[in-house]
Nanobody
């Protein structure tokens, strides 16, 4: 089974930094876009950042110039470096990826989520 496993969340003070990681594993044939979404309490899930297999990126306006998404295709892993964190960045962060498993059509997969809390 293809699965995505996130790590790196936690509690950080305003202005601090965190780095999230998400590793895909299983019978993977190819991975196209990968990304991070987040969901704060009482709010809808929103796209934070995404990256194509070729390295093109896009970001939500609220995180531009503070967050950086990257990927290591050899490790099937996507990262989110978060700097200058603000209390409004507090949310559960979800990794997602469009993956073609061996013998299957491409589809979206999601991680289990990792909590990021920005508070003094």
């Amino acid at each position: 089974q293809v699965q995505l496993v996130e790590s790196g969340g936690g509690l950080v003070q305003p202005g601090g930094s965190l780095r999230l990681s998400c590793a895909a594993s299983g019978p993977i044939f190819s991975i196209r876009a990968m990304g991070w979404h987040r969901q704060a309490p009482g709010k809808q899930r929103e796209l934070v950042a995404a990256i194509t297999s070729g390295g093109s990126t896009n970001y939500a306006d609220s995180v531009k110039d503070r967050f950086t998404i990257s990927r290591d295709n050899a490790k099937n892993t996507v990262y989110l470096q978060m700097n200058s964190l603000k209390p409004e960045d507090t949310a559960v962060y979800y990794c997602n990826a469009n993956i073609r498993a061996r013998g299957s059509l491409p589809r979206d997969y999601w991680g289990q989520g990792t909590q990021v809390t920005v508070s003094s």
